[in-house]
């Protein structure tokens, strides 16, 4: 049974420090969604890729906030320097990609980052 | 912009009850509405999901009915079960971009 992972599954850090989240998608998909999960604001799509290349990262705060696919099998989303108010649990979800018919998107077990 | 409206935001039901989660959305190009459950401290998990070229789909208790022209689609449970239990949502999405706007969730509880 095929699953995105995503690692760590919990980060606690102090505010203004680094914080790197790893995600390595269904083998095969083509297209990784990062998305952002809060009481307040629910599902926020912040960044996705397909065949590792950008596509939309309007949803993604550009100062603080980057998205890199280093390579097929892995997408990270990186915050420096983090904030409280970033606290929040942060899922990977991969696709075939449209092109393919590949509507579905699988989603990770997700990172519950927590900012103090 | 896009955008995904949902209601209720939340739904108590009598366990054997039916529960109907409905959901609008703005776009007119969405072309594919998938249903998301999530249980607590879980991931999302696709449950159904339907195309434009489609006005109904089941699958055993679940169902999902899509009206293009009002731009609306449901979720219809039938014979809820306490295992039922989760917040819902539902999504939009355009075949040229695969990215999906979601609705604010629907906090369903079936009681025993």
């Known amino acids: 049974d095929a699953r995105v992972t995503q690692t760590p599954r919990h980060k606690v850090t102090e505010m203004g420090q680094e914080v790197t989240m790893r995600c390595q998608p269904i083998?095969?998909?083509?297209?990784v969604f990062w998305y952002r999960q809060t009481m307040m604001q629910g599902l926020e799509l912040l960044a996705y890729?397909?065949?590792?290349?950008?596509?939309?990262d309007s949803g993604m705060p550009k100062d603080r906030f980057s998205a890199e696919m280093p390579d097929a099998t892995l997408a990270t989303l990186k915050i420096q320097p983090s904030e409280p108010r970033d606290s929040a649990v942060y899922f990977c979800?991969?696709?075939?990609?449209?092109?393919?018919?590949?509507?579905?998107?699988?989603f990770g077990p997700g990172t519950r980052l927590t900012v103090t | 912009g896009e955008n995904v409206e949902q209601h209720p935001s939340t739904l108590s039901v009598q366990e054997g009850d039916s529960a109907v989660i409905k959901c609008t959305y703005s776009?007119?190009?969405?072309?594919?509405f998938p249903w998301y459950k999530q249980e607590l401290g879980k991931r999302p998990q696709l449950i159904i999901d339907?195309?434009?070229?489609?006005g109904e789909k089941k699958d055993q208790r679940i169902a999902v009915t899509l009206n293009k022209t009002a731009k609306h689609f449901s979720l219809h449970i039938t014979e809820t079960q306490p295992e039922d239990s989760a917040v819902y949502f539902c999504?939009?999405?355009?075949?040229?971009?695969?990215?999906?706007?979601f609705g604010q969730g629907t906090t369903l509880q079936v009681k025993p």
């Open positions: 339907i195309r434009s070229n489609v």
């Open positions: 890729f397909r065949n590792r290349a950008p596509l939309d």
């Open positions: 083998l095969g998909h083509n297209t």
């Open positions: 999504a939009a999405s355009k075949s040229n971009t695969g990215k999906l706007i």
């Open positions: 776009d007119s190009a969405s072309n594919y």
């Open positions: 979800a991969s696709a075939l990609g449209p092109g393919q018919g590949g509507y579905e998107q699988y």
